[in-house]
Every structure is written in C-alpha cells, then in structure tokens.
C-alpha cells in the first residue's frame, strides 16, 4: 500500500474481504455544486451506494495525505470551503501533497487514488473531455489521458456539450478507451438523454458491463472505460434550454477570459444560474442514478 495513502476502516474493511467499493469524486462537491446542496448530494450518493451493496470511497486530500474514504464531517468541510479548496487532477498532486494541502479531487486524480487503493469503480457525473476549440487551445482534459492509463471504470452521464462530443469521442478512440452505452447507443449528453454521437458498445446491465471489464483487465489492456448511463427520462432537460445556457455560458467565458482549471466551475456555475437552478436539479439526479448502477456493477465484478 502507497504510504502516502489512507483508507478508511469500513473502506480497508470491504477491500480486505473483495466486497465491491465505489470511488466517489470531490472536486464535484467543492468545485461542481453550491453549499449546502452540494455536502446533502454528496452525504446521499454515499447512503445510495450502501443501499445498492457496495461500500462508498469518496477521494480527497486532507493535510497532504490521500484519503480513499472520508468522514462525513470531512466531507462537510470540502462543501463549505468550496472552491477554496485546490482543484486537483494529475498535474497538482504532488504540489498538495508535498506542502501539506488540502485537494478536491478530479476525475483524473481520483482514478489515480483509487487505483492506489484497489479499488476499480467509481461514479460522478460527467468527465471532462476536449472543450470547443481544442483543436486550437489544446484545452483537452487530464482526464482523458487518465481514461488512458489507469484501470478504473467511470460512470457517468456522458460529457456535457460545454465540449466538444465528437472530439472528445475521437481522443478516448485514439488513446483505446472502450466507452459503453448503458442501455443507449449514442453518447448521453449529461442534461439530455442524446447527443446524436454514436457509439459502438451499448450494454444492458451490470453483469454485462462487468463482464467487459473483467475481461479487459484480463487481457491485460490497461486503462479505464466510460460507462455512459443517460439520465432519466423524468428529470432530463429540454435540449433548446439548455442549449441555449450552455452558449451563453461559454459566451460569457470567453469575454471574461476565463481559462484552464477555472473554466469547467465557472460554466456549471453559469449554467445553474441561466437555467434558474434547473441545471443543479438534474445534475444532482444523474448523479444519483450513476452512483447506483456503479454500485451495482462493482458488486458483479466482486462476485466473478
Ligand atoms: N463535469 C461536470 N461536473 C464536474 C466536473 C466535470 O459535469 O464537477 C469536474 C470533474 O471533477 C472533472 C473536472 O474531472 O471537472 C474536469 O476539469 P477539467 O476540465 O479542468 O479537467
Ligand atoms: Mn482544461
């Protein structure tokens, strides 16, 4: 074990013994929704991923130690600090670490601490991915690169269209990640069920999915997969609104010239205020649903 690492009891526990565990990431508390709403989502996803038969690790860094698993009081903490907490992905661990920080965890970051930790699951909602106009910004996210490298199943909803879909489906194809449909076969757009990308892996269930990650592993592909689970038909949006948030918001980026990691908080930030909070809704809801499903999956991959 990484002597840089702790893990929980109930998380050291549910490892020793194989039972599933899903990673949980924190920059989407800190970084990715407002206080209070942001410590009751995160306390919740914790209480859904028990009731689904999994033991929930969510990812921080706390006094410059890795934490695979935290207290609810911890957890309380990073909501009200809120952005005032580092953002970390790959690039920022060493700097936390190395002068005692505290970290809210990316995608990128929380599949490294997870893999660390043994664990091979985790749910959020929605990763980051090439933004409009990577082709000339080079604004690609970590976490692709991570997707790339480290054996970590993410589900999420798919990638909000703050990016560029088609682009990032391109740079998850050339770099060999396997990104599922679960019970789609087109990319979900995070707020929206369809984005019209489509994909070529569409599975129906858990043991399914599992299966594809078993054997993955097995032949000895490193890196991660994307499992896409599209939110639910009852709390999606309308396509046209939030289209129409999500321009005004990459509008309002650009003429502030809003660049690198404070780019993806402030569009969510931009986009709950346009859409009145109805963002915030949604975004809350699909993450609900992918904590469940990855719970669900974790608890396939520890029966086979
Ligand atoms: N997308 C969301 N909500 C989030 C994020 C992305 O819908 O909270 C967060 C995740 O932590 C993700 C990170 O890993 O933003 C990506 O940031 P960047 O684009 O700077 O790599
Ligand atoms: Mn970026």
């Known amino acids: 074990m990484n002597e840089y690492l702790d893990l929980s009891p109930d998380v050291k526990r549910a490892l020793e013994s194989g039972s599933p565990v899903v990673a949980l990431e924190s920059t989407i508390i ?36 890795l934490k695979a698993g935290v207290t609810p009081e911890e957890i309380e903490t990073l909501a009200k600090r809120g952005q005032a907490v580092t953002k970390v992905s790959r690039r ?32 959020t909602g929605g990763i980051g991915g090439v ?43 050339t770099r060999g990640v396997p990104v599922i449909g679960y019970g789609t076969d087109e ?6 069920r369809r984005s019209g990308f489509p994909l070529k892996a569409r599975l129906d269930s858990p043991e399914e999915v599992a299966r594809l990650l078993k054997a993955k592993w097995e032949l000895g592909l490193d890196g991660g997969a994307v499992v896409a689970n599209p939110i639910s038909i009852e709390h999606s949006m309308d396509p046209e609104v939030i289209g129409g948030a999500i321009d ?34 949604s975004n809350i809801e699909l993450v609900y649903g992918n904590a469940a ?10 029966r086979m």
């Open 92 to 123: 920022d661990l060493p700097y936390v670490v190395a002068r005692g920080g505290d970290g809210a965890t990316t995608v990128a970051a929380t599949m490294i601490l997870a893999a660390m930790a043994g664990i091979r699951l985790f749910a």
């Open 248 to 281: 005004r918001a990459l509008a309002d980026a650009e003429a502030k010239g809003v660049r690198g990691k404070e780019i993806t908080p402030f569009l969510l930030a931009r986009i709950e205020e346009l859409t009145g909070g109805g963002s915030l809704d």
């Open 131 to 173: 933004h409009r106009g990577g082709e000339r910004s080079f604004d690609i996210s970590a976490d692709l690169e991570e997707l790339a490298r480290t054996s970590v199943a993410v589900v999420c909803a798919g990638a909000k269209s703050i990016l560029d879909l088609g682009l990032t489906l391109e740079y998850l194809e």
């Open 187 to 192: 990319l979900p757009a995070f707020y929206t």
């Open 30 to 65: 800190s970084h990715g929704m407002p206080y209070p709403r942001n410590l009751k989502t995160a306390l919740e996803v914790e209480r859904i991923v028990r009731s689904n038969g999994a033991t929930p690790a969510t990812i921080a860094i706390l006094g410059g130690r």
């Open 293 to 302: 499903l990855a719970a669900r999956i974790a608890a396939e991959l520890a």
